[in-house]
């Protein structure tokens, strides 16, 4: 049986995140549905039995279902859902839904960011300008700045990301070679798409390999220690997905050894990452901080799907938009 939310005026929401100003937004739009913002887990324990709603990704943490009493849905902030108790929630008749698609070009741009960032040697010129040194010109054409044409990019999970990122690199004048497990699906940008079970066959193709997968049983550690060993000496790795689906201590060997050129990562295992870790102080390894979904309009794409969620669980529809449970 479909939960049902309460009618609008009776309707709770609770917005928990540390940063985004979700609950402002929502505010501003005059619906007349109550709602309140929590920035912190303290708070949101205290408060999560008011919630018949919660906006949440971050902050969630399993203990908060025996709280949350009155919690009939979930709309997760970002597309990743790998933190909520599925099979719990469906249990207690609650409904998730994943925010999928919100910042899906944000997500392409940066990997493509990373991309020239990692071929143009910037992170070394801004480590240079901080040092007040200027570079002089290098005699060894491989030690030098590259272009991107005609170089070909591996795109590991050829969704809304990587579908989006294969169009900015085809403008470049890249070879796109896309993986997906239906690719009569991801048919557009590619050159060429493939089954995920050709992954590690065509790792030896790629000059940058781009991860813009889900995070699923299937996925995790995708990128491990044998994958790395099939990758040229040449190629860049790009990580956009999850910091799980590399095995982070075969990567950071495997850039030590220079048994590949180097990284562009904005996810890590553990995040935010330990002052430790020796990624950060790796010369060809740029490290964004779980940056590349943030954009000025986040919030309003979040609350867009938000809205048109809430209409069809009051339409009693089976279906909701980037459903999980």
Known sequence: MLPTLPADDELVICFAH???????RFSALGTGINSFAVRDLKNLERRAGEADVLVISGLWQ?????R??????IQAIGAGTDQFPREDLAKRSIRLASARGVNYRAVAEHAMA????LSRRLPEARDNQARRVWRGMIGDPGQREDELGGK???VVGLGQIGGRLAQLAKA?????VGLRRDPAAGRGAADAVHTMAEFKPLLPEGDFVALTCPLTEETENLLDADALSRMKPS?????VARGRVVDEGALIAAVAARRIAGAGIDVTVDEPLAPDSPLWGMEHVLVTPHTAGETRHYEDNVIEILRDNLGRLWRGEAQLRNQVV
Request: glycine share 0%.
């Open 18 to 24: 540390v940063a985004y100003r979700l609950h402002e």
């Open 62 to 66: 399993n203990d908060l279902l025996d």
């Open 68 to 73: 949350a009493k009155k919690l009939r849905f």
């Open 114 to 117: 990373l991309i020239l960032a």
């Open 152 to 154: 070909t990019l591996l």
């Open 172 to 176: 470049f004048d890249m070879r796109v």
């Open 235 to 239: 190629a860049h790795l790009v990580n």
